[in-house]
């Protein structure tokens, strides 16, 4: 009577799930404000004057510091604010703990999630990119390898920050809220107000190890052509790491 | 004689100092309908979720079709569709969708038109999970707990929240489910007076009576399932608890 046979959800299962899991996200229309619209307006607002001043190897203002800022608010909002509401939302509806008791497990919502946000990432830089490219003349990184594995880095260190958001917030609505404070204070010491020598040393210093100000930093040496600091690789490793690992201890399935 | 399709013994489970099952034993034959009947706290959705695996017994021994919910969690999924209280889904997705997306988890799944059919959400497949009234949502509920063919179905409250007519739909879906054994949690005499072929009476974590509806009615000396119910716990099912929303 129990030779039941275990089959795994497969690729259909999971083609599925990610469709849905996409379908969400597209209809969730606020949530793609911050990631899609407003690295955009940013960068329209900051472009032109960029555009014209020139920096080093042939790059400008433009390709230096504002497209690393763009591309990085867009990694942070998805990673830190968006990806954790879903997942806190799933978790008090009740929708992890139903997908507990069918054979798909409720890990992979989480990993379809982190497939439709990188997807989510892609297109909220492609679309940064190709305007600056086309209405502003913004050139590619010197160094277009390191500055694809810098923000392959930097999603796994925003991913690790989202998930801790995900796995200290009671609800939905205390997600968003701490998701919002957690990427404005990154945001705050690492440069998105601004440069960040203005900031007392200690604290910029801090700024350029956590996510964002090393994610900032890092694109923009790539751009540059310059090396990539030691400092800001190591700080976005650690972010993920620790990430992973407070998230497996404290994250709740119901 | 057969092998019963659930088999509880001895199950024991407390939270913190509050005792929620204790001592519980039963069996639920192959296609047999058994109600687990009680108020409020009685620890049928305790139960019901540790016969699901989604809760560890402290004490006690589970067979589902054999099979350890806890140990065999793999093979459990396959066989055994669940309805849990008050469950979301994905609100913003369809019915249409959410039945594909459940679809997609099992090796055999029923077809997604019979499904509707069923619970009768064919004319809402384009209708949002969050659009849908309560009573639909709980159909749909439903019907996502039968998509993979389970041999074992558990139904946790099932019309709590619906008004007469759609408790009325409700409980005709499940009629026609026969083939199956069903484990059907309700605190709703005319649910279990009709949907169940035993009712086990859960009163403070305890099983205090397993018969048929007209068994527990003659074993009480009453008229009816509701008397017997009040003379086996000595409580009565408040109003508000009896299929009205909270």
């Known amino acids: 009577m129990s030779e039941v046979?275990?089959?795994?959800?497969?690729?259909?299962?999971?083609?599925?799930?990610?469709?849905?899991?996409?379908?969400?996200?597209?209809?969730?229309?606020?949530?793609?404000?911050?990631?899609?619209?407003?690295?955009?307006?940013?960068?329209?607002?900051?472009?032109?004057?960029?555009?014209?001043?020139?920096?080093?190897?042939?790059?400008?203002?433009?390709?230096?510091?504002?497209?690393?800022?763009?591309?990085?608010?867009?990694?942070?909002?998805?990673?830190?604010?968006?990806?954790?509401?879903?997942?806190?939302?799933?978790?008090?509806?009740?929708?992890?703990?139903?997908?507990?008791?069918?054979?798909?497990?409720?890990?992979?919502?989480?990993?379809?999630?982190?497939?439709?946000?990188?997807?989510?990432?892609?297109?909220?830089?492609?679309?940064?990119?190709?305007?600056?490219?086309?209405?502003?003349?913004?050139?590619?990184?010197?160094?277009?390898?390191?500055?694809?594995?810098?923000?392959?880095?930097?999603?796994?260190?925003?991913?690790?920050?989202?998930?801790?958001?995900?796995?200290?917030?009671?609800?939905?609505?205390?997600?968003?809220?701490?998701?919002?404070?957690?990427?404005?204070?990154?945001?705050?010491?690492?440069?998105?107000?601004?440069?960040?020598?203005?900031?007392?040393?200690?604290?910029?210093?801090?700024?350029?190890?956590?996510?964002?100000?090393?994610?900032?930093?890092?694109?923009?040496?790539?751009?540059?052509?310059?090396?990539?600091?030691?400092?800001?690789?190591?700080?976005?490793?650690?972010?993920?790491?620790?990430?992973?690992?407070?998230?497996?201890?404290?994250?709740?399935?119901? | 004689m057969s092998v019963p399709a659930i088999q509880v013994e001895h199950l024991h489970k407390r939270y913190g100092d509050v005792v929620a099952v204790e001592d519980v034993s039963f069996e639920v034959a192959a296609g047999e309908v058994l109600g687990l009947l009680g108020v409020n706290g009685a620890g049928k959705t305790t139960t019901v979720e540790l016969i699901a695996g989604l809760r560890t017994p402290d004490e006690g021994r589970i067979r589902v079709l054999g099979l350890d919910p806890r140990r065999d969690r793999g093979a459990l999924r396959q066989v055994l569709g669940v309805q849990l209280q008050q469950t979301h889904l994905h609100h913003a997705l369809t019915v249409a969708e959410l039945v594909d997306l459940y679809r997609a988890f099992y090796p055999d799944p029923r077809p997604a038109a019979d499904l509707l059919d069923l619970v009768e959400l064919g004319g809402h497949a384009r209708t949002r999970f969050e659009k849908l009234s309560g009573g639909q949502q709980q159909r749909l509920s439903i019907a996502l707990a039968l998509v993979g063919r389970p041999r074992v179905v558990i139904l946790d409250e099932l019309t709590t929240g619906l008004d007469p007519r759609a408790r009325r739909r409700v409980w005709a879906g499940v009629e026609e489910l026969r083939a199956e054994t069903v484990l059907l949690v309700s605190h709703s005499m005319d649910e279990v007076e009709r949907l169940c072929d035993r009712v086990a009476v859960l009163d403070g974590g305890r099983l205090v009576a397993l018969d048929t509806p007209a068994g527990l009615v003659a074993r009480a000396g009453t008229t009816d399932l509701e008397e017997a119910f009040v003379a086996l716990t000595g409580r009565e099912l408040a109003p508000e608890e009896d299929g009205c929303p909270r």
Request: hydrophobic share 60%; charged share 10%; proline share 6%.
């Open chain 1, 5 to 254: 046979t275990v089959r795994r959800p497969g690729p259909r299962a999971w083609a599925t799930l990610i469709r849905c899991e996409a379908k969400m996200v597209v209809r969730d229309t606020a949530g793609l404000v911050v990631p899609i619209a407003l690295p955009l307006l940013i960068m329209a607002m900051n472009a032109s004057a960029a555009g014209e001043e020139m920096v080093v190897n042939g790059r400008s203002a433009l390709d230096v510091h504002v497209l690393p800022l763009v591309f990085t608010i867009v990694l942070a909002s998805i990673g830190i604010i968006n990806m954790p509401s879903f997942l806190a939302y799933y978790r008090r509806a009740g929708v992890l703990r139903r997908l507990a008791v069918t054979p798909a497990s409720p890990a992979m919502v989480l990993v379809a999630q982190f497939v439709v946000s990188l997807a989510q990432a892609v297109v909220g830089i492609g679309a940064a990119y190709a305007v600056a490219v086309l209405a502003f003349g913004a050139l590619p990184p010197v160094d277009t390898g390191v500055a694809l594995a810098v923000v392959g880095l930097a999603v796994a260190a925003m991913y690790g920050w989202g998930m801790v958001v995900a796995s200290v917030a009671p609800t939905p609505n205390s997600a968003v809220a701490i998701g919002l404070i957690g990427f404005f204070a990154l945001g705050a010491v690492g440069g998105m107000f601004g440069g960040t020598a203005v900031l007392p040393e200690p604290v910029a210093r801090l700024g350029s190890w956590l996510p964002f100000g090393a994610t900032v930093e890092a694109l923009s040496a790539a751009w540059a052509g310059s090396p990539v600091g030691a400092s800001h690789l190591v700080g976005l490793a650690l972010s993920a790491v620790v990430g992973a690992v407070v998230a497996t201890i404290l994250f709740r399935w119901d």
